[in-house]
T-cell receptor, first 112, second 116 residues
């Protein structure tokens, strides 16, 4: 059974700092990996989708990497801003399936 | 971009009543939609996969007679929580992917259900 773990559970940083969020998964037979952002009481906003054949994806100040063999992904946020404060969720698509398995998320607070 | 609309955004109901939640894909067709549940400080857990024109597929431990899913068209899936109890209070989120291809899943804004 696939398990997704995100570390740390919570992170508080000053504005402008670069930071890394970690995600690990137990079964490397994944199809894709996706990072989401969730604001309090809201749904999910897709940030980056990394296909299994890719090693990283970039969008603006965000960069996500994927190492299937070690079962790890990282989300790098450059020059953090207070508006980045949210919970960041990592999720993996099981091979041959459209089902997403989510981690519990990392709650990020960027202090002005 | 693709938008998934979920309604209502929040609902309070009395124990024993039923509540219907709608999930619509506004500008794309979705053969398959997914329903998730999220308890406080927990992961989103997949409840069921909703298939247009056929029966939903439920995950282990999810009661199909309690959580009725109907996917009557390519743009609408509904989740009905029947005979709701306080332990059903949770955040319910639907998602959908455009039919065909490997596009990412798009999520609705969720429905906060509180059963009193």
């Amino acid at each position: 059974k696939q398990e997704v773990t995100q570390i740390p559970a919570a992170l508080s940083v000053p504005e402008g700092e670069n930071l890394v969020l970690n995600c690990s998964f137990t079964d490397s037979a994944i199809y894709n990996l996706q990072w989401f952002r969730q604001d309090p009481g809201k749904g999910l906003t897709s940030l980056l989708l990394i296909q299994s054949s890719q090693r990283e994806q970039t969008s603006g100040r965000l960069n996500a990497s994927l190492d299937k063999s070690s079962g790890r992904s990282t989300l790098y946020i450059a020059a953090s801003q207070p508006g980045d404060s949210a919970t960041y969720l990592c999720a993996v698509y099981q091979g041959g399936s459209e089902k997403l398995v989510f981690g519990k998320g990392t709650k990020l607070t960027v202090n002005p | 971009g693709a938008v998934v609309s979920q309604h209502p955004s929040w609902v309070i109901c009395k124990s024993g009543t039923s509540v219907k939640i709608e999930c619509r894909s506004l500008d794309f067709q979705a053969t398959t939609m997914f329903w998730y549940r999220q308890f406080p400080k927990q992961s989103l857990m997949l409840m069921a996969t909703s298939n247009e024109g056929s029966k939903a597929t439920y995950e282990q431990g999810v009661e199909k007679d309690k959580f009725l899913i109907n996917h009557a068209s390519l743009t609408l899936s509904t989740l009905t929580v029947t005979s709701a109890h306080p332990e059903d209070s949770s955040f319910y989120i639907c998602s959908a992917r455009e039919t065909g291809g490997h596009s990412p899943l798009h999520f609705g804004n969720g429905t906060r259900l509180t059963v009193t």
